[in-house]
């Protein structure tokens, strides 16, 4: 399972908030995007693919189920080079973090605990794990 944020920061760029969910692990990732996929979705879809072993995706197949044009420049991970490019879009660090929390936070964990699982809670997480993006948990 797959959340996203997504933010056009100009013609064909994007700032992608992904969060997957695996085997009760919650996994943040942050990128930029030149344009409307961003990698841990993609990365994602060939995952499952690989499920079913005679029809593994590429990810240029994956652009095409979904209309896209694959991209002529990879998508940017690096935590630098994601935050030095965002400078010009007065979009720091601390911005990140906060709207991060957010979508995590209070669109889907705080909806989950109220709509579904009532025996879980922000203070009891049961065995779920939550792995923060690179960007926030090195110094």
Do not use: C
């Not at 080079?81 to 669109?107: F, M, P, R």
């Amino acid at each position: 399972m797959i959340f996203q944020y997504k933010k056009k920061l100009a013609d064909n760029t994007f700032l992608f908030i992904t969060y997957s969910y695996k085997n009760s692990k919650i996994t943040e990732n942050i990128e930029l995007s030149n344009g409307d996929l961003s990698t841990a979705f993609a990365q994602e879809r060939i995952q499952e693919s690989k499920k079913d072993k005679e029809s593994e995706l590429t990810l240029k197949e994956i652009y095409q189920f979904y209309n896209l044009d694959y991209p002529k420049q990879q998508n940017i991970s690096s935590s630098n080079k994601v935050l030095d490019y965002l400078k010009t879009y007065n979009i720091d660090k601390a911005w990140l973090e906060k709207k991060s929390h957010e979508i995590l936070y209070d669109d889907v964990l705080k909806v989950w605990f109220e709509k579904g699982s009532q025996r879980y809670s922000f203070k009891n997480l049961g065995d779920l794990k939550i792995e923060r993006a690179e960007m926030f948990t090195s110094e």
